[in-house]
C-alpha cells in the first residue's frame, strides 16, 4: 500500500530530513513512525500526501508514484488519504456534522450522498448522536474522533496521523488508537506519527523509528 523506496529529502537551505528511507506498509497494516523532534516524521507524513517531492528515490501509494503525479493530479489522489491532526484543525463555529462534511463539499459531492456519509462517519466513530452540537461543548478525545471522522468521510486507502494523542490522557490515547483499529480490520493502512511511549507499549504494531532522518529501527514492540 505505501512504498518507501531509498527515500531522501534535503530542502534548499541544506537541511536533510531524510537519509535512504526504505520500507514497505501493506494493506491493513498499522504502523507508529517515532523519534525525537526533527527527526523526520512529519517530513514523511509530508511526502506521502504529495506536499513536498523526493530528492532522490520513489514513493509509492496504491500503486501510484507519486513522483510521477502531475500537479493537476495531486488533488484527486489525495482523497486517497485521510490525514488527522493533534489540534485537530475543528471549525468551532461549525456543528459537528458541519466539519466532517468540509472535505465532501470541496469536492463537490451532493448534498444527500454528503449527509450519508457524514452520518456513516459519525457512527463509526461513536459521535452519530453528536452530529448537530458544536466542537467546543466536547470532550478532547471526542473531538479527535471528530477530526477521525472527517478524514475517513472520503473513504480512504490510507490514514496518517501526525501526534493524533499528543494533547490526550492515556485513557483518550488509547481510545483513540481503538478507533483507527476498527479501520485497520476494514484493510485501511495507518501510520502514526507519536512521541508517546507508552501508547507504543500498549499496541504492539510495527514501530519505524527515525533518528536524524535515518531509519534506525523496524521492529514490533511486545508487552
Do not use: W
Request: aromatic share 6%; hydrophobic share 40%; charged share 25%.
Amino acid at each position: 500500500m505505501i512504498i518507501f523506496d531509498a527515500v531522501s529529502k534535503r530542502y534548499g537551505d541544506g537541511q536533510t530530513a531524510l537519509i535512504d528511507v526504505s520500507f514497505q506498509l501493506g494493506r491493513g497494516e498499522i504502523a507508529f513512525v517515532t523519534g525525537h523532534s526533527g527527526a523526520g516524521k512529519s517530513t514523511l507524513l509530508k511526502l506521502i500526501l504529495a506536499l513536498e517531492p523526493c530528492s532522490a528515490g520513489r514513493v509509492f501509494v496504491d500503486d501510484v508514484d507519486i513522483g510521477n503525479l502531475s500537479r493537476r493530479k495531486i488533488p484527486y489522489f489525495r482523497r486517497k488519504i485521510g490525514a488527522v491532526f493533534q489540534d485537530h484543525q475543528l471549525l468551532m463555529d461549525r456543528t459537528v456534522g458541519e466539519n466532517v462534511a468540509l472535505p465532501l463539499e470541496i469536492s463537490g459531492f451532493p448534498a444527500r450522498d454528503t449527509r450519508r456519509r457524514v452520518r456513516a462517519a459519525l457512527d463509526k466513530v461513536g459521535l452519530l448522536t453528536k452530529e448537530r452540537l458544536y466542537p467546543a461543548s466536547l470532550s478532547g478525545g471526542e473531538q479527535q474522533r471528530i477530526g477521525i471522522a472527517r478524514a475517513v468521510v472520503n473513504r480512504p486507502r490510507v490514514i496518517l496521523a501526525d501526534e493524533p494523542t499528543g494533547n490526550l490522557d492515556p485513557e483518550l490515547s488509547a481510545e483513540v488508537l481503538r478507533v483507527f483499529e476498527q479501520f485497520k480490520a476494514v484493510g485501511v493502512s495507518l501510520l502514526v506519527a507519536t512521541h508517546d511511549t507508552s501508547l507504543i507499549k500498549r499496541f504492539p504494531y510495527r514501530v519505524l523509528h527515525l533518528d536524524e532522518g535515518e531509519l534506525i529501527d523496524d521492529s514490533t514492540m511486545t508487552i
